[in-house]
């Protein structure tokens, strides 16, 4: 069989080394004069891989899901041309399972004194800071007897966001939004409406809109019509204890609780109110504060993006105080956080007067959609069991919903894809009748 390629040439050189050539090894064993001589001036001839000169550019922040492309620019300062194998390390959670090695590795060519850039493609599978590890080179000779190797650490980070699925329902939020501002009068007359203008009386309204000085000054009943006021402050406290880290689905409550915040964010925003936000188990995660509408939601994400479940109990007395310093004045407090008995009866409810007093609050969870599933099973005894257990856990949940409802709490108990427009659906409810 003819020699070809490196065997033809180590053979040339009078010795074929049998089964000892392994790519992976920077060297060759068992070789005679001239080879070594070969060997040598390969690797003289192998550009130095320490003195190249690599940079970064590109994406500093992706959503979960999407790519996001980082450029390494390779500048080649030596007068030998570089021939190498380069490898891009990441955290493993910045490539889809499987993809890692072909995403990562890149063959490039830079001759004397020039540069080149290389793209590496990441895909994150998980929300947070995602950080490049060190950049590793070999460096070929041009036999490709010999290598050169050697690593360069080029810091470069990219924030991974949340995906914010919900976003798809904002437009059909806006639009009930647009519909409500749009009203000549609001029939209610609550603590978070502006006096509009004056119109006669019409069966239905409330008697305590008349305006009776108006009246005396006609001969038809005058009553004052109210619209929804704009500037309410709302501040979203997320519970990030232990209860957030249960898993619904694929994803951690947390993750359906940010996404639900994310869309309230976005329609308070552009409602014209303010919204704060606090993450809280037993010290403070997140806080954002005194954004202006515009860069509200931009911040929320940004402070979300990092945002991981702690495995503790909540501190409610101190979630409650951090949140009456952090909302001093009236405000809508909505607490994403769950409605299981023990945590609620235990920490929430001793303490919910002192929110309930100042605030107008809105608790909302998540709902697991297999427990309602498993309600229905029928078939064999295990699943009578499950249908038993599930039902014993529906009924306590609605207790305690019933519970935190008596103390005027309003309450939004719905699954990982219906929270968020469940919870924006109550928001406006609440801005229609008065309430904030």
């Known amino acids: 069989?003819?020699?070809?390629?490196?065997?033809?040439?180590?053979?040339?050189?009078?010795?074929?080394?049998?089964?000892?050539?392994?790519?992976?090894?920077?060297?060759?064993?068992?070789?005679?004069?001239?080879?070594?001589?070969?060997?040598?001036?390969?690797?003289?001839?192998?550009?130095?891989?320490?003195?190249?000169?690599?940079?970064?550019?590109?994406?500093?922040?992706?959503?979960?899901?999407?790519?996001?492309?980082?450029?390494?620019?390779?500048?080649?300062?030596?007068?030998?041309?570089?021939?190498?194998?380069?490898?891009?390390?990441?955290?493993?959670?910045?490539?889809?399972?499987?993809?890692e090695i072909t995403a990562s590795r890149h063959r490039l060519t830079v001759p004397p004194g020039e540069?080149?850039?290389?793209?590496?493609?990441?895909?994150?599978?998980?929300?947070?800071?995602?950080?490049?590890?060190?950049?590793?080179?070999?460096?070929y000779g041009p036999l490709g007897l010999f290598s050169r190797q050697g690593t360069h650490s080029v810091p470069w980070t990219v924030r991974v966001l949340p995906p914010f699925t919900s976003?798809?329902?904002?437009?059909?939020?806006?639009?009930?939004?647009?519909?409500?501002?749009?009203?000549?009068?609001?029939?209610?007359?609550?603590?978070?409406?502006?006096?509009?203008?004056?119109?006669?009386?019409?069966?239905?309204?409330?008697?305590?809109?008349?305006?009776?000085?108006?009246?005396?000054?006609?001969?038809?009943?005058?009553?004052?019509?109210?619209?929804?006021?704009?500037?309410?402050?709302?501040?979203?406290?997320?519970?990030?204890?232990?209860?957030?880290?249960?898993?619904?689905?694929?994803?951690?409550?947390?993750?359906?609780?940010?996404?639900?915040?994310?869309?309230?964010?976005?329609?308070?925003?552009?409602?014209?109110?303010?919204?704060?936000?606090?993450?809280?188990?037993?010290?403070?995660?997140?806080?954002?504060?005194?954004?202006?509408?515009?860069?509200?939601?931009?911040s929320l994400v940004a402070a979300l993006a990092t945002l991981e479940p702690e495995l503790v109990e909540t501190d409610a007395r101190g979630l409650a105080a951090t949140a009456l310093r952090t909302a001093p004045r009236r405000s809508l407090l909505v607490l994403l956080t769950s409605l299981d008995a023990a945590p609620v009866e235990e920490g929430l409810l001793p303490v919910l007067a002192q929110l309930t007093q100042r605030h107008t609050v809105v608790v909302a969870s998540v709902a697991d959609p297999r427990i309602a599933e498993m309600a229905t099973a029928r078939g064999d005894t295990d699943a009578v069991y499950e249908a038993a257990a599930a039902a014993q856990e529906q009924a306590e949940r609605h207790r305690t919903a019933e519970q935190l409802r008596r103390h005027g709490v309003t309450i939004v108990d719905a699954t990982p894809d219906d929270l968020a427009p469940a919870l924006a659906d109550a928001y406006l409810a609440l801005k229609a009748a008065g309430r904030l």
């Open 1 to 99: 069989m003819p020699l070809t390629g490196r065997a033809a040439l180590l053979a040339a050189l009078g010795s074929v080394p049998v089964g000892i050539w392994d790519p992976g090894w920077t060297g060759i064993l068992a070789v005679n004069g001239p080879l070594a001589v070969a060997c040598a001036c390969d690797f003289a001839l192998a550009a130095p891989v320490r003195r190249l000169i690599l940079s970064r550019s590109g994406d500093t922040s992706a959503r979960l899901g999407e790519t996001a492309d980082v450029t390494l620019t390779v500048t080649n300062p030596s007068r030998r041309p570089l021939r190498a194998r380069l490898r891009d390390a990441w955290p493993p959670s910045s490539w889809q399972p499987g993809t």
């Open 115 to 139: 540069r080149r850039r290389i793209t590496t493609r990441l895909r994150p599978t998980r929300r947070g800071d995602r950080q490049a590890d060190r950049v590793t080179i070999r460096s």
């Open 167 to 298: 976003r798809k329902h904002l437009p059909s939020k806006l639009a009930r939004l647009r519909e409500l501002d749009g009203r000549t009068s609001v029939l209610t007359r609550g603590e978070g409406t502006e006096f509009d203008s004056l119109r006669e009386y019409v069966p239905g309204d409330d008697t305590r809109s008349i305006d009776w000085r108006a009246t005396a000054r006609h001969t038809a009943v005058a009553v004052r019509t109210w619209r929804p006021e704009r500037d309410r402050h709302i501040l979203l406290v997320l519970d990030t204890g232990r209860t957030s880290a249960g898993r619904v689905g694929d994803a951690p409550r947390l993750d359906a609780s940010m996404d639900a915040a994310l869309l309230l964010a976005a329609l308070a925003s552009r409602a014209g109110d303010r919204v704060d936000l606090l993450a809280y188990d037993r010290r403070v995660r997140a806080l954002v504060q005194g954004r202006k509408a515009s860069d509200a939601l931009p």
